[in-house]
């Protein structure tokens, strides 16, 4: 690439009488998770099972959404499961399993991101064609998890009404990978001053054309169309 | 801190290649990283230096080629490099573009071996 520029390219010079050698290796750092993430993509395909990963900052209110998901798919009777990943404590899969759904706890003990290999653990023993949809809650951070691929068929970046209109531009990394984002807690738009007219400008700005949703787990208000939107993507 | 996974990720790809020459160490690895990769530069500095110790990498250089983000303007019919990550636009005719070209980048481009010092 003739435009990359070196932020700092000081060049060692070998002791005396060593002549170095410049291996040309050329491969993507993440390589084994890429590769695993495919392989599981493909078994994820294979088995007809969308698989969802959720990516938000912590406190967004990921779980909220997704156990409001859950349960209106367990009560349109699709079969469906989720994982969860949290540094510590199963609180968030005792709340998902609230929805009827059979879920599993992901604790990182520390890592602030899931990687395709912990999710593949956690898969085990569960009959993958006999879902419909799997969710995966990431840990809540919005930039470690942006580099990691989990196999996901859809990756939903959300943002809640409290965390400001500016997320999007403050964090353009992990938008830009998102399919599509949810902006989460819209009862508390007025409470929150919470323009929605300039946040959806900035995920158009860092992500021109993705579909946004606004949606409220609490008041049930925009998850008709969500529900809809994920059902479409589950028969493509 | 991600950060320290991917240092870890570096020096086992690194290790590995430099294990296929006998009698080599690894002296310097350059890098790859594009502007949208989330990448920060100061900790992953700080945790290659950590991860080093104990492996054939011990000692060794990081070199870092940032790539910055480019996208492919449908309008202009042209690869175009963004001014600013926050608004991804062609940043010569204003048209809108999530057609992304260049800026994900996280690579191991290449590895510096020299002969290891006899014991």
């Not at chain 1, 700005?205 to 008709?224: I, L, Q």
């Not at chain 2, 062609?90 to 014991?119: F, K, M, T």
């Amino acid at each position: 690439m003739s435009h990359s520029r070196p932020i700092r390219s000081s060049s060692v010079q070998p002791p005396r009488g060593q002549s170095p050698r410049i291996l040309e290796v050329r491969t993507k750092i993440l390589k084994k998770n890429d590769e695993l993430a495919r392989a599981m993509r493909a078994e994820f395909e294979a088995a007809g099972v969308v698989v969802v990963n959720l990516v938000s900052s912590p406190g967004t209110g990921k779980t909220a959404f997704l156990k409001e998901t859950l349960t209106r798919l367990v009560k349109a009777g699709e079969p469906v499961a989720a994982v969860v990943g949290d540094l510590e404590t199963d609180n968030d899969a005792q709340r998902l399993a609230a929805s009827g759904a059979p879920v599993r706890q992901i604790m990182t003990h520390g890592l602030c991101h899931l990687e395709a290999d912990m999710v593949k653990a956690h898969l085990e023993g569960w009959d993958l064609s006999s879902l419909r949809y799997l969710f995966i809650e990431n840990v809540g951070n919005l930039v470690c998890p942006t580099s990691w691929d989990l196999g996901e068929s859809l990756r939903v970046a959300l943002l809640s009404v409290t965390e400001g209109e500016d997320k999007p531009l403050k964090y353009p990394g992990l938008f830009n990978t998102a399919d599509v984002a949810v902006i989460t807690k819209i009862d508390l738009t007025e409470a929150c001053d919470f323009n929605r007219a300039l946040a959806r400008a900035n995920i158009e700005a860092v992500r021109p054309g993705m579909r946004v949703f606004e949606t409220s787990a609490k008041t049930g208000a925009g998850m008709d169309g969500w529900m809809e939107w994920l059902t479409r993507a589950g028969q493509a | 801190m991600h950060e320290l996974s991917i240092a870890t990720y570096v020096v086992d790809l690194a290790t590995q290649h430099a294990s296929q020459h006998e009698g080599s160490r690894v002296a310097a690895v350059t890098l790859r990283v594009g502007s949208l990769s989330c990448v920060h530069e100061a900790a992953l500095r700080f945790s290659f230096d950590l991860v080093c110790e104990g492996t054939p990498l011990k000692g060794a250089e990081l070199h870092i080629v940032a790539v910055p983000v480019s996208v492919w303007c449908a309008a202009c019919q042209a690869e175009r490099e963004l001014p600013s990550i926050q608004r991804f636009a062609c940043p010569v005719c204003g048209a809108p573009s999530a057609d992304i070209r260049a800026g994900r980048e996280l690579d191991l481009e290449s590895i510096e071996l020299v002969e290891a010092a006899l014991p």
